[in-house]
């Protein structure tokens, strides 16, 4: 699933070619996401101007003159920048297509994805309205990890990648924050101290920003030979390391199952 990095490097990457453009016509080959495309985007779009590319959580927003697009990349899907007149592939759901002739187009082979038209402000939708700080935003603090946790017997793990407590953290990144902060991610979010959040909150913002600087320095231009973004890939010190030694300890990475999601540690250097 793109994570944060991977939706703000898209946001980057693609920010350039769309904000101040016109739409001229919008193409939906398949309705049927994780919602429905709202019928708006076919009717509202055409003729407005895309004047700002956002990201809210894992969520992209194109404000317009009038009017907002809320777009999710869902288990497996990616933005692709591409000449309109590119022959759609099998999953090739939705295309922006701009004055410019490039089409903005939305491929999800799962269609977890979404594609929602609102005319309101688009942080107040109902997808939205309820998601936590940005982890690299100024409210996100250990002081608020803290504070949010008190009396929450959740495990720590559930208790980040909660959208309501902090928006866009996956799995992927939850296992890394939590190895680099030394924390055990079974433990309860209420018995963690003031001072291990503070780290966590400091392992989460490195984490993150190391991944989204790789992104920026490994992402080919978004309009490459296939028109593919390149997600990079990470170094990864426990997710998806089960058996081999702790980068640190040299103590064997262990594998579990929390609600239903991989979680990786080591239980020597995480307490």
Known sequence: MPELPEVETTLRG????????RVERVVV?????????SREIIEELPGRTIIRAERRGKYLLLRLDRGSVILHLGMSGHLRLVPATTL?????????ILETGLALRLVDPRRFGLALWTSEEPLNHPLLIGLGPE???????????FQASRGRIV??????????TVAGVGNIYANEVLFRSGINPARSAGTISL????????????????AIDLGGTTLRDFRDGEGKPDYFRVRLDVYGREGEPCSRCSATIQHIRQVGRSTYFCEKCQR
């Open 14 to 21: 693609i920010a350039p070619y769309i904000e101040g453009k």
């Open 29 to 37: 080959r398949m309705a049927k996401l994780r919602l429905p495309v």
């Open 88 to 96: 759609p592939g099998k999953h090739d759901h939705l295309d922006i």
């Open 135 to 145: 982890p690299l935003g100024e409210r996100f603090t250990g002081d608020y990890l």
């Open 155 to 164: 495990a720590v793990k559930q208790f980040v990648m909660d959208s309501h």
């Open 195 to 210: 001072a291990r959040f503070r780290r966590l909150a400091v392992a989460l913002r490195d984490v993150l920003s190391e």
